[in-house]
């Protein structure tokens, strides 16, 4: 049991520009969810999967953002066209019960 | 809707107590409770689901009062590995365990 790992772990782009983040999670855990976090806030729900079925997206995640899981095991997230406020922290968390394990992030910078 | 947790901040001298608050205004079917350390991903410490089943972390526990819709999470002989930001997360139905976390409690334990 190596964790949750999210890659990359910075990521600096320039307005208007597309990035993709990848979340491998806890092998086996059938469950995979999506949070946001800006500086001194708790986690902000995005999206969560159960096995590769997306079962829940955020009213509050644009048509810009988009995730998957193809085959129930590592996660993308995207943004297309990125704007200044999309500056956050990102984080995967995984689990197979009621703990959810979260990975280290991916601090993204939109400049 | 966030969940309200109370107090903002709280600085303690390692062998002290402490309480955390975490209110919601919808009808809670569980609450988690995860420490954040600066630059860190949030650390599962325990679960409190609607019926009162409970599970516990060292020297740290929590109770769930359904009729207000609170759980309070107790430091107990505080030790300087407690200090962090204690975030409440909540969920309003047994679904998937989508969680709405509050805003964050800081805690300094000095020696």
């Known amino acids: 049991d190596t964790g949750v790992s999210q890659n990359p772990r910075h990521k600096i782009t320039k307005r208007g520009q597309n990035v993709t983040f990848r979340c491998d999670p806890i092998?086996?855990?059938?469950?995979l969810y999506w949070y946001r976090q800006t500086l001194g806030q708790g986690p902000e729900f995005l999206t969560y999967?159960?096995?590769?079925?997306?079962?829940?997206k955020s009213r509050l995640l644009s048509d810009r953002f988009s995730a998957e899981r193809p085959k129930g095991s590592f996660s993308t997230l995207e943004i297309q066209r990125t704007e200044q406020g999309d500056s956050a922290m990102y984080l995967c968390a995984s689990s197979h019960g009621y703990e959810q394990y979260f990975g280290p992030g991916t601090r993204l910078t939109v400049t | 809707q966030q969940p309200v947790q109370s107090p903002q901040a709280v600085i303690l001298r390692e062998g002290e107590d402490a309480v955390i608050n975490c209110s919601s205004s919808?009808?809670?079917?569980?609450v988690h409770w995860y420490r954040q350390k600066h630059g860190e991903a949030p650390v599962f410490l325990m679960i409190?689901?609607?019926?009162?089943e409970q599970k516990g972390h060292e020297k740290i526990s929590a109770s769930f009062n359904e009729k207000k819709q609170q759980s309070s999470l107790y430091l107990t002989a505080s030790q300087l590995s407690y200090s962090g930001t204690y975030f409440c997360g909540t969920e309003t139905q047994a679904a998937g365990n989508k969680l709405t976390f509050g805003g964050g409690t800081r805690v300094l334990v000095k020696p």
């Open positions: 999967f159960q096995n590769e079925a997306q079962l829940e």
């Open positions: 092998s086996e855990h059938n469950r």
């Open positions: 409190l689901l609607k019926g009162g």
């Open positions: 919808k009808a809670l079917y569980s």
